[in-house]
């Protein structure tokens, strides 16, 4: 019945920018938090950024003023725009959606979402 996708990866030099899109189908309404998570080879997958239903948002600090992140209305596109690539931020994205009312004010974890895209890749070169 859900279906998120991921799109907008590639490959791009330092100081680049992307922009991540999430497409999100049949997402409950009660769903309220989405997010975005990246994950590197043979590393723990971690939290990029997060959105509830009211605009809030949460960044993990090494993106702080370099990416962000926003939605439309109907939980239906998710967006992560990031600008100032850096190499340390090549990873496997991911999109997730958490079905509870409201995301976490200030922790980014992985184990909180319960539906997750299939990921799309950014390789940053320097």
């Known amino acids: 019945q859900v279906q998120l996708v991921e799109s907008g990866g590639g490959s791009v030099q330092a100081g680049g920018s992307l922009r991540l899109s999430c497409a999100a189908w049949r997402i409950p309404v009660n769903w309220r938090c989405l997010g975005w998570f990246r994950q590197r080879s043979e590393k723990e997958r971690e939290g990029v950024a997060t959105i509830d239903y009211r605009g809030l948002t949460l960044y993990t600090d090494s993106v702080k003023d370099r990416f962000t992140v926003s939605k439309v209305a109907g939980n239906n596109t998710l967006y992560l725009q990031m600008n100032n690539l850096e190499p340390e931020d090549t990873a496997m994205y991911y999109c997730?959606?958490?079905?509870?009312?409201?995301?976490?004010?200030?922790?980014?974890?992985?184990?909180?979402?319960?539906?997750w895209g299939q990921g799309t890749q950014v390789t940053v070169s320097s």
């Open positions: 997730a959606a958490r079905s509870e009312r409201f995301c976490s004010p200030n922790t980014l974890n992985p184990g909180d979402f319960n539906f």
